[in-house]
């Protein structure tokens, strides 16, 4: 079982900059491939960005250089850093992982990004 617990939403303008957290559970979090989803009400949710266990990264071409993944394993947290914001980042932010092909997800932050 893994529990995920994001925090760092809220209010920004467009061009502002917020910082997401995934605090996660486990002893081998450290290996886990840890990512970012977002869902806007009535579409379906899009992946953001991913993180492996060395530390590869990979992100949406809608993020891709305004977005950074990061992990800190000693704190069993990742992080979204979000630069250059854009009122079309508005949306909720899930924090993702999966273990022996289960998916677990987070509560979800809200974002809002106002022009």
């Known amino acids: 079982q893994v529990h995920l617990v994001e925090s760092g939403g809220g209010l920004v303008q467009a061009g502002g900059s917020l910082r997401l957290s995934c605090a996660g559970s486990g002893s081998t979090f450290s290996i886990y491939t840890m990512g970012w989803y977002r869902q806007v009400p009535g579409k379906q949710r899009e992946w953001v960005a991913t993180?492996?266990?060395?530390?590869?990264?990979n992100y949406a071409d809608s993020v891709k250089g305004r977005f950074t993944i990061s992990r800190d394993n000693d704190r069993n947290t990742v992080y979204l850093q979000m630069n250059s914001l854009k009122p079309e980042d508005t949306a909720v932010y899930y924090c993702w992982t999966t273990l022996w092909g289960i998916q677990y997800w987070g509560q979800g932050t809200q974002v809002t990004v106002s022009s």
């Open positions: 993180i492996s266990g060395e530390n590869r990264t």
